[in-house]
């Protein structure tokens, strides 16, 4: 399945703004086969992107991972610093930090990137939209994770992965991610759609992850991970075109995602574009940003 790219472009006084092109599906999900292809490439950087509040993902990585696989978390080096207040966290670091985390992980401006991780892709999917937001569009998820790669006896490594540094040039542009402002206008408008992807219990307010629980106001929820099949894999396109259809997002609505900390929204903004969606953006803050601030609307329950 394949789209021809669109693009849209903004001015900005401030920022250097660049297309926001639609990719194919292909282009930004591969296959464990794609991925084995690709292992010694020298123009592709693979990226463990496997992360846990709970656990030490880090050490997890260091266990073994894909032979050659840099290894990213996502909270601290993808991500600014929070202010003062303690909330929002997690905002989307800055294009001088976010270039330094890429120099980092040997990406620079030419190279392919590929993420994985062992929750279906979400965790990748945040350094996607951090890639997206600053220009790059060379990235792919693989599809099924760490686990498929085992199940299918390919081979791991362990230890830190050690590479150059490489040049990542940042070019911010618009269309990308959205603020609390551009989430108060479509509530007030109804435009965008606004899509929820968290689970049940957090969209209802039975479970509480912020100072308020809730969803903000004309917010449909479907959650991320219905997009995929038990075994972590995409599911068929026309599947996940009528089941958003079914939520009301049609091929030519415009929609802002959000979670709880843009991170699984990042996941269903990712597959939103390679089912050719063109007007979709995450709201950075989310509901960490949101549920915290007592000023903003909220709905208890189902909407």
């Known amino acids: 399945m394949r789209f021809v790219g669109a693009f849209r472009w903004s001015q ?3 920022t250097v703004i660049s297309a926001v092109s639609v990719p194919s ?9 794609r991925v084995a292809e690709h292992l010694r490439d020298p123009k592709v950087r693979i990226v463990d992107c496997r992360f846990s509040f709970d656990a030490d993902a880090r050490a997890d990585y260091l266990k073994g991972h894909l ?6 978390n996502w909270a601290e080096d993808l991500s600014a610093p929070p202010p003062s ?15 330094r985390a890429m120099s980092r992980l040997g990406i620079g401006d030419d190279t392919m990137v590929v993420g994985y991780d062992a929750e279906g892709g979400h965790h990748a999917a945040r350094l996607w939209l951090g890639l997206r937001r600053y220009g790059h569009d ?19 490594e362990a230890g830190e992965v050690r590479v150059a540094a490489a040049t990542f040039t940042p070019r911010p542009r618009e269309g990308v991610l959205a603020s609390k402002e551009d989430v108060l206008a479509a509530v007030r408008r109804g ?3 606004l899509l929820d992807v968290r689970r049940e219990g957090e969209f209802t307010g039975s479970e509480k992850r912020a100072a308020r629980g809730g969803h903000i106001p004309g917010a449909v929820h479907v959650e991320w991970k219905d997009a995929l099949t038990s075994d972590f894999l995409l599911k068929d396109a026309a599947e996940l075109d009528t089941m958003y259809a079914d939520a009301g997002f049609g091929p030519e609505t415009s929609a802002i995602t959000y979670c709880q900390a843009g991170v699984r929204a990042a996941f269903s903004h990712l597959v939103l574009t390679a089912l050719g969606r063109e007007d979709v953006r995450t709201y950075d803050g989310s509901w960490e940003e949101w549920g915290n601030d007592p000023a903003l609307p909220i709905i208890i329950g189902r909407s």
């Open 12 to 14: 900005s006084s401030d």
């Open 25 to 33: 599906r292909s282009d930004l999900f591969w296959s464990t086969e």
């Open 67 to 72: 032979p050659g696989a840099v290894h990213v």
């Open 85 to 99: 207040s303690g909330h929002p966290r997690w905002l989307l670091a800055s294009p001088e930090d976010f270039a």
């Open 138 to 156: 060379r990235m792919a998820v693989m599809e099924g994770g760490i686990q498929k790669w085992r199940r299918e006896g390919r081979p791991t």
């Open 191 to 193: 435009d965008p759609w």
